[in-house]
């Protein structure tokens, strides 16, 4: 943090406000247009006291990121700001999250026909529907009923659509594969490392194993020109995962994967004695991290023709360097529960979000927000709970959050704030979401200094431009 003395030296006319964070590698200015400047601390200086020589590249720099008061285009910091949060002008939920299969049974046709009547009830243009689980592909025919009807519906509401599947890939074969691909599904699939790795952790965690999701990976390769319909890889992050970020990334690398997702185990959903047994600290993964992201950026950038991305840093890239705010909608303020994603449970409840109806299968229905029976849409979005979340996740409400240099890309998830510390808004300085995405951020920056991993992280934010990253 800067001196005191500094701050008090501060030539208000010409600084705009932003925050501030220290890096190893020097200070980050960010501000609420979502821009961001590095500089060294003599930088920092001189840029506080409003000493910044004008026809300088700081100056330059300083001025088109909006940290100085003088030559502000209002205009132009209005658009930016309209850009950045467009997924709040009422354009509804999304994302639509399906458990056509869970630990109570399985959805029928008939609730499934109710849930596409909900989906497009949602004024968004764009819709994504993703089958999660249980295991979707252990309820087959809910599933091609749904793509089904969604196509017809999207057709004649001319509705941008996308199917994403999330699978372990248990009850995958032949005709189901060809089916999903021909209908543009893609495919997320949990590959947690190396065999013995994978294997330890599925034997906790459930799935398949690695052999398995092996021999499909390859299958689903072989079937698939097209870069961006190759699978989207997951990998948990657990205890057993600490010491071996290098080999996970690798097993990657083997099977031609384009996009993995470092994904630390989050205690929702799980019970007392998995979480003892495989549970991460913020610290650890924070370590793990860095390391991931050294090898992923050493690989891309001394590699010939590889691209591989991984999903936590893209998203926030995405934030960072094109001031988007990309999707999933859980990273963002207000969190996109009820407003930017909705999910449905086999019975046909409806739930804030996906990470909510998961706390609901534990027995705790604190985020279910109606039913695809009873009630409308505009009951279900303008749901008590889902007011109570958007206020709970807006990072101006948290008095941490509100003065944080990574507030204009970060954002709060309310169930996990609720699962952990027994309250919406949560406790920022102990939450270990918040040490996490902290880490991370802190990690991305520092990285911008190297030119070879800049050139890198640009290539990844060009990826798939428009295209929603779950
Ligand atoms: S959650 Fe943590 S890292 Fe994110 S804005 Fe809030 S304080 Fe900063």
Not at 2 to 9: Q, S
Request: positive net charge.
């Amino acid at each position: 943090m800067p001196r005191l003395e500094n701050l008090r030296a501060i030539n208000k006319k010409q600084v705009s406000p932003c925050y501030f964070r220290k890096l190893k590698t020097g200070f980050l200015l960010t501000n609420d247009l979502g821009r961001h400047c590095l500089l060294s601390p003599l930088e920092v200086q001189r840029y506080l006291r409003g000493k910044v020589a004008k026809n300088t590249v700081l100056y330059a720099r300083l001025q088109t990121g909006g940290f100085l008061k003088t030559g502000l285009n209002f205009g132009r910091c209005v658009e930016e700001w309209k850009k950045k949060h467009a997924y709040f002008w009422f354009r509804g939920p999304g994302l639509h999250r399906i458990a056509v299969t869970a630990r109570g049974g399985d959805m029928s046709l008939e609730t499934a026909a109710k849930v596409v009547d909900r989906i497009f009830q949602a004024p968004n243009p764009s819709v994504s529907v993703e089958f999660l689980g249980g295991e979707p592909l252990g309820n087959w025919p809910a599933v091609r009923f749904i793509i089904e009807k969604s196509l017809e519906r999207a057709e004649k509401c001319g509705k941008r659509l996308r199917f994403i599947l999330a699978s372990d890939l248990n009850w995958m074969d032949e005709k189901k594969l060809q089916y999903l691909l021909g209908a543009g599904v893609r495919l997320r699939i949990p590959l947690d490392g190396p065999q013995d790795l994978h294997d330890r952790n599925r034997a906790l965690l459930g799935g398949c194993g690695f052999e398995h999701v092996e021999r499909w990976w390859t299958e689903i390769l072989r079937h698939t020109s097209i870069p961006s319909a190759r699978p989207n890889g997951w990998a948990q992050i657990t205890r057993f995962s600490l010491g071996r970020p290098e080999e996970i990334i690798d097993t990657y690398v083997k099977l031609g994967a384009r996009s993995i997702e470092l994904r630390p185990l989050s205690p929702i959903g799980l019970t007392p004695q998995t979480w003892d047994a495989a549970g991460v600290t913020p610290q650890e993964v924070v370590d793990f991290y860095r390391r991931a992201l050294d090898h992923i950026l050493l690989l891309n950038s001394r590699k010939q023709g590889l691209h591989l991305s991984e999903k936590t840093a893209k998203m926030f890239l995405i934030k960072i360097l094109r001031q988007e705010c990309s999707d999933p909608p859980d990273v963002r303020s207000p969190c996109g529960a009820g407003v930017g994603q909705i999910a449905y449970d086999w019975d046909g409840s409806i739930f804030t979000c996906d990470e909510g109806r998961r706390l609901g299968c534990m027995g705790d229905e604190a985020f279910k927000i109606g039913a695809v029976d009873t009630g409308s849409y505009a009951e279900t979005v303008g749901h008590p709970t889902v007011r109570a979340m958007a206020m709970a996740s807006t990072l101006e409400n948290q008095p941490q959050c509100s003065l944080c240099a990574y507030k204009p890309f970060c954002g709060v998830c309310p169930v996990y704030n609720y699962a952990g510390q027994s309250d919406l808004f949560g406790n920022m300085p102990s939450n270990p979401r918040c040490r996490i995405h902290m880490g991370i951020l802190d990690a991305l920056f520092e990285k911008f200094t190297n030119k070879r991993f800049k050139v890198v992280f640009d290539a990844w934010v060009a990826q798939n431009k428009g295209e929603p990253l779950y």
